[in-house]
């Protein structure tokens, strides 16, 4: 057999073993897992078509070196304790749609139905700046493994203390052990 001939029967070998995505007949057949994680791929993939499409858009990596940039722009020293600068700076602060208090102008609540017209989005956050305040002033707790609380052993200073975080009949759980 010649070389191209090979190529092509090689080719045509390849084709015939690809599988056509049928997400019907997974379904059908059982596979309702493997559909609708198909499903779901395909729903990401002409979501973001759409979106690279018509909108700029912000990588991770992007937002961590302008986290960074920011903070070390608008870092201020405010003062010190033993353990270290108490320092503040500017950071982003997001929330999510649903939950933002202020009311928008009008041009960003019209380019809000344009995006949501395009059905690209499953939702919207609203990103701002806030200053944040580092105080280096320490609450000693301690972790059992498997289990998400904190115990409080001991704090220092009067910076934050327990009592701003829980009240007196807070934190407290009696377990019969025997």
């Not at 395909?42 to 909108?55: D, G, I, P, Q």
């Not at 912000?58 to 020293?77: C, G, I, M, Y």
Request: proline fraction near 4%; charge should be negative; include cysteine.
């Amino acid at each position: 057999m010649s070389t191209k001939l090979t190529e092509q029967a090689e080719t045509a070998r390849v084709e015939d073993t690809t599988p056509t995505l049928d997400v019907g007949r997974l379904e059908r057949l059982g596979l309702t897992h493997a559909a609708h994680s198909i499903r779901t791929e395909l729903s990401m993939r002409e979501k973001l078509a759409v979106a690279y499409e018509h909108y700029r858009y912000l990588t991770p990596e992007k937002l961590r070196a302008f986290q960074e940039r920011l903070k070390q722009e608008t870092k201020t020293t405010e003062g010190k304790n033993q353990w270290g600068d108490i320092v503040s700076y500017k950071r982003t602060k997001v929330t999510p749609l649903e939950n933002f208090a202020k009311v928008p102008p009008d041009a960003v609540l019209d380019a809000l139905e344009t995006a949501k017209g395009r059905g690209c989005f499953d939702l919207f956050e609203v990103m701002e700046l806030e200053w944040h305040k580092e105080v280096p002033d320490p609450i000693l707790f301690g972790m059992v493994l498997g289990s998400p609380d904190k115990f409080f052993i001991a704090q220092w200073d009067q910076d934050i203390k327990i009592e701003d975080i829980l009240n007196d009949h807070e934190g407290w759980k009696f377990l019969d052990v025997k």
